[in-house]
Structures are given as C-alpha cells and as structure tokens.
C-alpha cells in the first residue's frame, strides 16, 4: 500500500487542465469548432480521470489511516473521538483530515491541497522531524486548548515520503479545573503590628481601645476585597485566610495596608505600621502557616513594614521602603550574651569569621567575640584574609599585641583545624555566599550570627545562637552590648576597645547616619574601657594618592533623578575608595543617594549609600545584593558595567514607582 500511498503526491493536475482549457477557448475563438470539440471531450476526460484518480487516492489514504491505526476493514478515521489529519512533512500539506478536524480549524478538502501552517499557523511540526511524539507547547482554537501529539510514518517509494500523523487532544475542561484549583488554592497571611508595644505605651485603657478600634477597622477594610476569613489571635496580630487567586491583587496594589495603616497615630503622633507574612503553594495548611510564620520572621529581621511571600522556594518582598525604627530590647543582648558565654565554654575552640574584603566593622565585632573568649580562657581564630580586607591599618595593630599575635588565619588554615566541637561565630553578614570561608562554614554544626544587615532570603542556617538586630548602626554595636553583659570593663584592653569604636565609627560615617541613643551608649562604654577616638580617625585617614583618586570618582558621578548621584567606572578601583566616595558624594547639598560602580575581574562590583528617602538595599536586593536602609552593596558576576549601570537604574525607577 505504501508505494500506491507514495504515487498520490505527484504534482496536481490543476495546472495541467488549465492549460488544456485555454487551448479549447483559442480554437473556439479562431471558430475551428470541430478541433474545439475534440479537445473539450479530450479536457472532459482528463477531469474525469482526474476525478476518479482522486477517489482512489482518498479511499487509498483512508485504507492507509486504518493500517496506521491498526483498525478493522470496516473502520476509518472518520470515527475516531478526536481531531486528527495526515499530512506531507515536505511542503506540510494536509493530505487527509478527519470531520472533527475539519470541524474545528475550518479545513475543507478542496481539490487543491492546503498547507497546514494557512489553516494552524502557529503549529510547529520540526518537533515530528526530531523523533519526538508530543509538540512543545499547546494551542488554542476557538478558545479550546490542544495540545499537539503525532507519529512519523516514511513512505515505501522511491522518494521515502515522509508523513506526519497528528493528533489534537482537547485538554480544555482538564485546565479549566486545574486553573480553578490552582485560583483557589489557600494562602494564609499573619498580619502584625510589629510597634504595637510604642503604640500602646503609657495610654489609658480606653485610649488602647480606641487605638484597637482603629487598627481593627483598617485591616479590616484592606482585606473585605478578598472575600477570605480574618480572625484576631493576639493584640497585634491577625490570621487572614483567601485564596490564591486573590494575591495577585494584593500584589498589584503593592500591599496597600502598609501604607493605610501608617495613618493610624497614637496620641504623641506614632504611627503604626504592619508586616505582612504571607505562605503558598504548600501541601496543607499547616505548611502554609509554617511559611507565614517565617515570612513575618523574615520581615521583621529586615525592620519591619513590608510583605514578604514565601512559597516553597523563595521568599519575594514587598515595601521595606521606610527607615527602620528601632524596636531592639536590651533583654535579647543580655539573653543571647549568656547564651553564648555558655556556648564558647563548651567549645573545644572558637573560630570568629567576618565578610569577604573584610572592613573595619568585621574586624571589630570579631574583636569583641574574641574578647568574651579570653575572658572563658577557650582558644580562639579570627579567620581573615590578610592580602584583601579593607582594615589593613587596624589589623597591623592588632597583630602586634602579644594577646594576638597569632589570632589570624586563612580560611584553609581554619579547616585544618576545626574538630566536631569547634563554635564558628559570623559577623557582620548573614548570607553564607559573602562569609569569607564558605567551606569553614559548612563544616561546623555550631554556628552563631550577630549582624546588623537586612535579612536576606539565603540567609545562614541552622543557627544556635543569633543576634540579628537590623535596628542596630553595626555589628561593633552589637558585640560591645554583648561584652556589657558578659565581661568586666579590666578584661577589656584597649585594642579591643579601639577596634570596636572603629567599626561604629565606619558604618556610623562618624556619628552622622544611622544613630540611635544605644549607639551613642556603646560608643560611650568604649570609651571608658580605653578607646581614644583621635586615635580611631588615624584609621580612616587616606594617603594623596588615595585621596585624589577619591576624588576623581567623585568627578566622575552624574546626576540622577535631581537627587541620585551615580559614578559608574570603567577601572578597577578599591572597594574602600569606593566607598568613601560614596558617603563623599552625600557631602553634596541635594544628593540623598549615592552609587559607585567599579569592575573588579570577572564581576562588578557596586557600593551604594543613603542620607534620605531612599532605600538602598531595596534598591540593591534585585541586583542580588544586600545591606541596610543607608548603608548597601552589590557584586554582579559576568557582567559589564554598562549592563549593571542599565539594571541598577531599572531599579532605581522600581522602587520610586508610585
């Protein structure tokens, strides 16, 4: 069958009959009637022939339709429950179709063959060609989902004709029920008014009440669009239950509640804020709510006033725009002191590690840990990268005291010497790709954190110890709360004291950003213990050569948005320099941000500050960085400085999207 199958793709006749015609209508018009009429009885048995050649072929190919589907004599395509057609893989002509095919595309057995692509110009049929039986994505007709599937059938000729069988299934009700479940899947929210204890400080009963009223009514009101259950469970925090369909509102809304409820104040003008944690895509509702729970977690840990998602692997946020207040207790520094005096004390040794390119702040939080270490009498090792940190001066100090004359090592070093009741305690980041050891990392099981960054969405765990206080100037500020509670100020020497005042005084830019009362405490207490602030500036003072480069970057910044301040470099420079020409270029009446793009080997590398409404580590978490409201930065890998400089502006516009 197949080589009488191969004969029925010759050329049409079409042109042919034509052609036969013509020459009937000349003979008639030279009014030779008798040669006419023989050519027009000559035409009409061709037509006839035609006709005929054409009914075998169809009876040919439905015969053909029956082998392929392996059906009785007495069957045909005809009656098969779904769309299907044969077609020529060559020129991609329909050479047979069944009726519901027909039905559904409008396809016709014309006496002139169709190509699939005038009928379904969006089927592909390469995916035929390269062995495969299911076409890579589904079409719609007629507002009816396919999806596509088919069989390669080579002709026995001598051309080796190749067919192509397919098949369209009707999955149409199959995703109409999968999207409604999808749409209406579950996702539970826990609402919380994370300054409530502000809000309700020092008022009477029926001021609280009132005040409860108030926050009651405009939750409620935010969430009577979604039609879901909200219940109170404590008095400042709610469960919202709606569907999934739902979220996508909330999220072209940008979460509206964190703006609404900033208009509810207390008596003495605080305003209230919220976070929102919300959970999908579990596999029961206890998971959702596990997931809620760690995105309030998460929101709270990047300070408060914003949404956070989290599904089964990811966490998205949404606001965090605003400054942070601080919201810290002095109990959790005196908790999480006791806790991990009592953790080095069971320690055979203690490792202290900090961020790549280590700073100021590193080195000195490390400082303070190593101090509560001397004071347990446990060995202890800062891991530190003597060739590329950014606290040369300090760490040159350091190394002459006979306390610390050996304290530092490599991250390999550390390996080597780390046991199964070894204590690693990490500094001033909270993201394990940025530690300056990943391997340290991952082979201690005790690992504490003590950071003041924004949490991020890859943040270190599991963690036995933790003080994370995004409220907190820097990790310097927290480790000397530690100390307070944890040490006598005569176990304190003066280098100890130094170093700590030199990381508040980097990250603090000298007092001028990022201060609160307990910054002012801790820097206090350093300086009865013996730090000399004149002694601290010598560690940031730059020499010329450093200097008027600094100042070329500034030179090389433009301007925009009126305020935005971006020096985008084509060399490579310090990542101190470039920092301080960060903060420099906030010197400039008018600037409340500054960028500084430089390229550093196969990545770019970004440093960004903040004196004003924007938040730079919003700004810089799409760009897969991190930091603080004022304080941020970024490395991009395998990419220019053009293509950071277009996504940092991209998402400079994001964020000042109203």
Not at 469 to 475: D, I, K, T
Request: hydrophobic share 40%; glycine share 6%.
């Amino acid at each position: 069958m197949n080589k009488k199958l191969g004969r029925l793709f010759w050329p049409s006749l079409w042109l042919y009959l034509f052609v036969m015609a013509g020459f009937v209508a000349a003979a008639v018009i030279l009014k030779n009637y008798l040669l006419a009429g023989i050519e027009a009885a000559a035409l009409l048995l061709v037509i006839a022939y035609y006709l005929f050649c054409r009914s075998r072929r169809h009876r040919e190919v439905r015969n053909f339709v029956r082998s392929v589907l392996g059906e009785s004599d007495g069957g045909s395509g005809a009656d098969i429950p779904f769309p299907m057609a044969l077609l020529r893989l060559g020129d991609h002509s329909i050479i047979w179709a069944n009726d519901r095919f027909c039905g559904i595309t409008g396809y016709q057995d014309k006496y002139l063959e169709q190509s699939l692509h005038s009928i379904l110009p969006d089927v592909p049929t390469d995916w035929l060609t390269s062995g495969k039986d299911e076409a890579p994505y589904d079409i719609t007709i007629n507002g009816r989902r396919y999806r596509i599937h088919g069989s390669v059938v080579r002709a026995n000729d001598a051309e080796g004709t190749l067919l192509g069988m397919l098949y369209l299934n009707d999955l149409t009700e199959l995703y109409q029920v999968r999207d409604e479940y999808i749409r209406s899947r579950p996702v539970v929210s826990i609402i919380l008014v994370d300054n409530y204890e502000e809000l309700t400080k020092n008022l009477t009963e029926s001021a609280i009440s009132s005040m409860n009223a108030r926050i009651n009514n405009t939750i409620a009101k935010w969430t009577e669009d979604y039609h879901g259950l909200l219940r109170r469970l404590e008095k400042n925090r709610f469960l919202l239950i709606f569907e999934k369909k739902d979220l996508s509102r909330a999220v072209d809304d940008k979460f509206s509640l964190l703006e609404d409820i900033h208009l509810v104040e207390n008596p003495s003008g605080l305003a209230a804020s919220v976070s929102i944690g919300i959970g999908v895509d579990a596999v029961n509702f206890e998971e959702n709510y596990n997931f809620a729970a760690l995105s309030i977690e998460m929101a709270l840990s990047r300070g408060g006033d914003q949404a956070v998602i989290k599904d089964r692997f990811n966490f998205t946020f949404y606001g965090g725009r605003n400054k942070e207040a601080d919201h810290r207790s002095k109990v959790r520094s005196r908790v999480t002191a006791n806790s991990l005096m009592e953790l080095i004390g069971q320690s055979s040794q203690v490792f202290i590690m900090g961020h790549k390119n280590a700073d100021l702040d590193a080195v000195g939080a490390a400082m303070g840990i190593s101090c509560m270490c001397r004071k347990k009498g446990k060995p202890f090792h800062i891991v530190l990268d003597l060739e590329n940190n950014s606290a040369e001066k300090l760490v040159e100090e350091i190394r002459q005291v006979p306390e610390y004359r050996n304290v530092f090592i490599t991250g390999q070093d550390a390996l080597l010497l780390c046991d199964n009741h070894s204590t690693l305690v990490v500094v001033d980041t909270n993201r394990p790709d940025q530690v300056e050891c990943r391997p340290l990392l991952d082979s201690i099981n005790r690992v504490c954190v003590v950071d003041h960054h924004r949490r991020a969405a890859d943040y270190i765990n599991p963690v036995v110890v933790n003080l994370h206080e995004p409220y907190a100037s820097s990790a310097a500020e927290l480790a000397t709360e530690l100390l307070q509670y944890a040490v006598e100020k005569a176990d304190v020497l003066p280098i100890e004291a130094k170093s700590l005042l030199a990381g508040i005084f980097l990250d603090t830019k000298s007092f001028h950003v990022r201060t609160g009362e307990r910054t002012f405490e801790a820097a206090a207490v350093l300086r009865q213990w013996g730090a000399e602030p004149v002694e601290v500036k010598k560690l940031l003072q730059n020499d010329f050569q450093d200097t008027m480069a600094k100042y070329q970057i500034i030179k090389a910044s433009r301007l925009y948005r009126q305020e935005i301040a971006i020096a985008a470099l084509n060399t490579t420079t310090s990542r101190v320099l470039a920092a301080q020409a960060a903060d420099e270029l906030l010197n400039i009446a008018g600037i409340t941000a500054s960028f500084v793009l430089y390229p550093d080997e196969d990545r770019v590398i970004v440093s960004a500050r903040s004196i004003g409404t924007a938040n730079v580590q919003v700004i810089l978490e799409p760009l897969g960085g991190g930091g603080n409201t004022a304080t941020a930065g970024a490395q991009i890998k395998n990419a220019s400085v053009k293509e950071v400089l277009d996504a940092l502006v991209s998402s400079i516009d994001k964020f000042y999207e109203v």
